[in-house]
């Protein structure tokens, strides 16, 4: 079985979330766990996009920048990632796709090899297709160590909208209207704007990575928090799933607390 997957009878994880003061600290202690990973690099690191993780990449360039040189280099030349997900119908260079959010806040501030940098392709002319191709580029690379996830309002981690059962595997997934209006800010506040669809790794390479780190802030997502950690794990709440994780960390600021 892979590691961090379901079983037929699947452990649940008593989860007790790390609670620090506010956003800010929160991006800190995250960009230092990324750091700490790519300074010993098993596996290739899993990444997010969205509000969230912006303040994260930020704190993460600046501690690369405040390394010996030398180490900084080993990290820029051993990196290795994949991103969650990526809108469908969007190229690379549109300012609204998920690749380019990582070149602004990622490739350029640390000074990373855009090659290093892995996403699906959301002009590919299949995305069913993309999203297997994309799937096992993943497994071909070993999976993931170190997944960070965010949290949708609705419960979703990736694009991986309710119901999503913890064994569904990359995919092209129809998102719902929901997250299109929670995702809307990126898109001149027209939910219309947003992509009907994207690809999303699933629940199975999600739950298969060997830690996940999931990172809430805000006031707004302390009820859907709550039931993530506290309900028994269910389709109809994806995050839920983590619970089977025996790897998985919250790291919440207190108002994702409640």
Not at 19 to 37: M, N
Not at 59 to 77: C, K, M, N
Not at 223 to 238: D, G, K, M, Y
């Amino acid at each position: 079985m892979r590691h961090g997957a379901p079983s037929t009878t699947p452990t649940t994880t008593v989860v007790k979330p790390v609670v620090l003061a506010d956003a800010a600290a929160v991006a800190e202690r995250v960009a230092a766990l990324l750091l700490a990973d790519r300074l010993r690099p098993e596996r290739p690191l899993g990444l997010a996009t969205g509000r969230t993780m912006e303040p994260v990449y930020a704190s993460l360039a600046r501690r690369l920048g405040r390394l010996e040189p030398a180490l900084a280099a080993r990290v820029r030349d051993t990196w290795c990632s994949f991103n969650l997900d990526e809108y469908v119908g969007l190229a690379p260079q549109d300012p609204t796709s998920f690749a380019a959010t990582m070149a602004r806040q990622l490739v350029a501030p640390l000074g990373l090899d855009p090659g290093r940098v892995w996403l699906p392709d959301g002009r590919a002319d299949d995305p069913e297709a993309e999203a297997r191709r994309y799937g096992a580029a993943v497994a071909g690379a070993g999976g993931i160590g170190l997944q960070v996830l965010g949290l949708g309002l609705n419960g979703h981690v990736g694009f991986n909208e309710p119901p999503s059962d913890a064994g569904v595997a990359c995919r092209c997934v129809t998102l719902s209207d929901h997250t299109r209006r929670q995702n809307a800010g990126a898109f001149g506040g027209d939910p219309d704007a947003v992509p009907r669809q994207a690809i999303t790794l699933g629940m199975a390479e999600i739950l298969s990575a060997r830690r996940v780190l999931l990172v809430v802030t805000g006031a707004e997502k302390a009820a859907v928090l709550r039931r993530a950690l506290a309900e028994p794990p269910t389709a109809e709440l994806p995050a839920s799933w983590l619970q089977h994780h025996p790897g998985v960390t919250v790291i919440a600021d207190t108002g994702a607390m409640g």
